[in-house]
């Protein structure tokens, strides 16, 4: 199961939609707008992500609003973005 949480974590857009939900719930047009991606891929990710667990949803007049399920998962992204962070800093990328 903890690879698969992290194999999820392993891409870009799912990651980043992750990271922009550790800052509060959103709907799929903000998400959208943080991680540059087109809104089909956006929900397609979102809804990986929402089967494995990771962020619920919550129904808001029309909208779908999206949040993380785990407040674990919140220290998770935050610990591999360090990580990343202290591996560019120690290779000068």
Do not use: F, I, N
């Not at 949480?5 to 392993?10: C, E, P, S, T």
């Not at 667990?53 to 407040?71: A, E, N």
């Not at 998962?73 to 990328?93: I, P």
């Amino acid at each position: 199961m903890a690879a698969e949480v992290l194999a999820l974590l392993g891409d870009r857009t799912r990651l980043t939609l992750l990271h922009a939900l550790t800052e509060g719930e959103a709907d799929v047009t903000t998400l959208t707008e943080v991680c540059g991606a087109a809104r089909p891929a956006v929900s397609q990710h979102l809804a990986r992500l929402r089967l494995a667990g990771l962020v619920t949803t919550r129904k808001d007049g029309r909208r779908v609003v999206y949040s993380l399920r785990h407040d674990h998962l919140r220290r998770l992204v935050d610990e591999a973005l360090k990580v990343a962070d202290h591996r560019l800093t120690e290779t000068g990328t």
